[in-house]
Nanobody
């Protein structure tokens, strides 16, 4: 059974940083994409970053480019999202998701991702 477990969320002041972790387990395929999404109350789920296991290709939404960084530790089957210069509008529940390799170009199509974690809350105070 594929499982994704996020951690690292919390309350932080504007301008601060957080690092989210996503531990993936229970799968055997070699090539995949891990994506980070977020959903604020009353808003649609937004894809913010993803990374390919094949060659480490990464993508970022314009809203986080230059502030967030995604990276992976393949030995630990963990993908991290380093979030710097946080803003109140970054407040949301953050989810990681696993999809096929083709999902690396599908940040705007959450349905391309097959497995989802339970989410972790990030709250940025002004």
């Amino acid at each position: 059974e594929v499982q994704l477990v996020e951690s690292g969320g919390g309350l932080v002041q504007a301008g601060g940083s957080l690092r989210l972790s996503c531990v993936a387990s229970g799968f055997t395929f070699d090539d995949y994409t891990i994506g980070w999404f977020r959903q604020a109350p009353g808003k649609e789920r937004e894809g913010i970053s993803c990374i390919s296991s094949h060659d480490g290709t990464t993508y970022y939404a314009d809203s986080v480019k230059g502030r967030f960084a995604i990276f992976s530790d393949n030995v630990k089957n963990t993908v991290y999202l380093q979030m710097n210069s946080l803003k109140p509008e970054d407040t949301a529940v953050y989810y990681c998701a696993l999809g096929p390799l083709s999902a690396v170009v599908a940040l705007d199509r959450p349905n391309e991702y097959d497995y989802w974690g339970q989410g972790t809350q990030v709250t940025v105070s002004s």
